[in-house]
């Protein structure tokens, strides 16, 4: 599975982003991850193959959503109201087995894309 995360960007604070992230192939479940400086990457939320369940980490529910069009093999990460603290690259990736928040379940990975809210 091969994975193209994209729509990265600088947005002010209050802003709207929105990524895409083009797979491959596979009926994986799928997350958004991000990394900050000098932080380890954490989980942002995922979504099944199917995109009837999804999860989130509690810093970003009710702002950010996550779905997946499988016809087009893209699925994205809505952003609202974005918080300087949203600040990191963000990844997806491909799960294989285990928790939908560790990245040790996750087996495929895109390259990043960055985003900077500016307050």
């Known amino acids: 599975v091969q994975l193209q995360a994209s729509g990265g960007g600088l947005v002010q604070a209050g802003g709207s982003l929105r990524l895409s992230c083009a797979f491959s192939a596979g009926n994986n479940s799928m997350a958004w991850f991000r990394q900050a400086p000098g932080k380890e990457r954490r989980f942002v939320g995922a979504i099944s193959w199917s995109g009837h369940s999804t999860y989130y980490t509690d810093s970003v529910k009710g702002r950010f959503t996550i779905s997946r069009d499988n016809a087009k093999n893209t699925m994205y990460l809505q952003m609202n109201s974005l918080k300087p603290e949203d600040t990191a690259v963000y990844y997806c990736?491909?799960?294989?087995?285990?928790?939908?928040?560790?990245?040790?379940?996750?087996?495929?990975w895109g390259q990043g894309t960055q985003v900077t809210v500016s307050s």
């Open positions: 990736a491909a799960r294989l087995r285990g928790s939908y928040s560790a990245t040790s379940s996750y087996a495929y």
